[in-house]
């Protein structure tokens, strides 16, 4: 079996070449680098079963040999990345989804495309469902990432219906451990970046917004899944137990040995920043058997342990 990985030097995508290398696959990567990482697959370099290629998905893609499945993970995910990055982050949503389909199509290979729990934008329904359509400002500043996933959702469909690839969509909800940027903005790194330097921990707004934070090897257990599964439409696959970000960074302290406490920044809030965010994982417990087995605190161990060594980097 082998199986391509777009954005395979990323976050996500690097845990994910471990994954199926495990399962005895064959894994092509393909990354730009524009966000991806190198350090994220130096330890696959001697592996035989493992080939990096280092090309922008927005550009036509050709390769070699045959394909079992293509994940299509190529894509800013931070808001300082994707506001960085705007245009970049919209033509992978668009020209990169359709390049890979291609490549799924042309290989009659099994197609899954990594999409967010941004779809929902700041939702007006909580816990969110994959049967909502959500409340998103296509004008704002996270407009160029909600969208270019929602398009990437369509276009996937789009090939199913008309070409009958087999394509499977994962929404993605907060997902942290080892591998994350410490400068990549979101939550987790931010928080135990400035934990580790003993210094308070910076709220973006009340701290009262609520996130559901998932450790990244349960996120990739279920997308496996998904991937092996024979559902085509939207699944939520993240950890429903939701808390504030006060509370998170609370924890976070805790487990750092942290004594600076937080502190307030409103002038750091992101214009329409989500105010809950919890996935409904019915279906993935349904129909997949799946849910989250790693507490956050374990996850937060884990990871606070990955960033110890890169505080002073």
């Known amino acids: 079996m082998r199986v391509l990985i777009t954005g395979g ?32 697959i130096a330890h696959l370099a001697g592996n035989s079963q493992f080939t990096f290629i280092r090309h922008d998905v927005t550009e036509p893609m050709r390769l070699e040999g045959a394909l079992d499945a293509v994940l299509h993970f190529a894509s800013p995910a931070s808001p300082i990345d994707y506001m ?20 799924a199509r042309d290989k009659n290979a099994r197609f899954l495309v990594a999409s967010t729990s941004e779809i929902y934008g700041d939702p007006l329904v909580h816990p969110q469902q994959e049967d909502y359509w959500g409340n998103v400002n296509t004008i704002g500043p996270r407009g160029c990432y909600d969208e270019a996933k929602r398009y990437a959702e369509a276009a996937t469909m789009a090939y199913h219906r008309a070409f009958g690839v087999q394509t499977r969509i994962v929404r993605i909800f907060n997902t942290f451990g080892e591998r994350m940027r410490l400068d990549d903005g979101r939550v987790v790194p931010n928080f135990i970046g400035q934990a580790l330097r003993q210094k308070p921990l910076e709220l973006y707004g009340d701290g009262e917004q609520t996130r559901s934070f998932c450790y990244v090897s349960d996120l990739i257990e279920g997308i496996y899944r998904l991937l092996h599964s024979d559902e085509i439409y939207p699944v939520n696959i993240g950890n429903p137990n939701e808390m504030t970000i006060r509370q998170f960074a609370h924890i976070v302290n805790t487990l750092t040995d942290n004594p600076a406490g937080m502190v307030i920044k409103q002038d750091l809030r992101i214009k329409d920043d989500p105010q809950k965010r919890k996935p409904d994982i019915t279906r993935a417990r349904t129909l997949l058997g799946w849910e989250p087995k790693v507490d956050v605190a374990e996850g937060l161990e884990r990871t606070i342990r990955y960033f110890e060594g890169r505080v002073h980097a």
Do not use: Q, W
Not at 89 to 97: A, D, N, P
């Open 9 to 40: 030097a990323g976050f996500l995508g690097s845990h994910l070449c471990d994954h199926f290398l495990a399962e005895g696959y064959e894994v092509v990567a393909m990354d730009s680098l524009l966000t991806g990482s190198m350090e994220n």
């Open 84 to 103: 960085k990055f705007p245009i970049e982050t919209l033509r992978v949503g668009s020209f990169g989804t359709h390049n890979a389909l291609d490549v």
